[in-house]
C-alpha cells in the first residue's frame, strides 16, 4: 500500500530554517519523480520542488533558499527551507507521481515573528 508521511512542519521566525521530511511507504521513491507543494488557505496548491533520477527543479519562489534531496537507503525525501518568509507560511505537501499520484496528508509551516 502506497502512503507518504511528512512531517518537520513547525513555528518559525523569519529567516529561520526547517527540515521537511516525507516517508515514503509500498514503493522506492528513487524510481519516481518525488515533488513538494504547498497550499495557503483558499488559494491552489502550488509546485516547490521535485526530484527526479539526479535532476531537481524549483520553483522560482523557492530557489536559492529551499533544497530538495533524497535518502534512498531511508526511502525518504526532504525539503530544507532556509531563510524563511512569512509568505512561505502554508500547508506542505509531499507528492509521489507514481501511477495516478499519491500525496501525504500535509504539515503545517508557520513563519512568524
Known amino acids: 500500500q502506497v502512503q507518504l508521511v511528512e512531517s518537520g512542519g513547525g513555528v518559525v521566525q523569519p529567516g529561520g530554517s526547517l527540515r521537511l521530511s516525507c516517508a515514503a511507504f509500498?514503493?522506492?521513491?528513487?524510481?519516481?519523480?518525488m515533488r513538494w507543494y504547498r497550499q495557503i488557505p483558499e488559494k491552489e496548491r502550488e509546485w516547490v520542488a521535485t526530484i527526479q533520477s539526479e535532476s531537481t527543479g524549483y520553483a522560482d519562489s523557492a530557489k536559492g533558499r529551499f533544497t530538495i534531496s533524497r535518502d534512498n537507503f531511508k526511502n525518504m525525501v526532504y525539503l530544507q527551507m532556509d531563510n524563511l518568509k512569512p509568505e512561505d507560511t502554508a500547508i506542505y505537501y509531499c507528492?509521489?507521481?507514481?501511477?495516478?499520484?499519491?500525496w501525504g496528508p500535509g504539515t503545517r509551516v508557520t513563519v512568524s515573528s
Open positions: 507528492y509521489a507521481a507514481k501511477g495516478g499520484g499519491y
Open positions: 509500498g514503493f522506492t521513491v528513487k524510481t519516481y519523480a
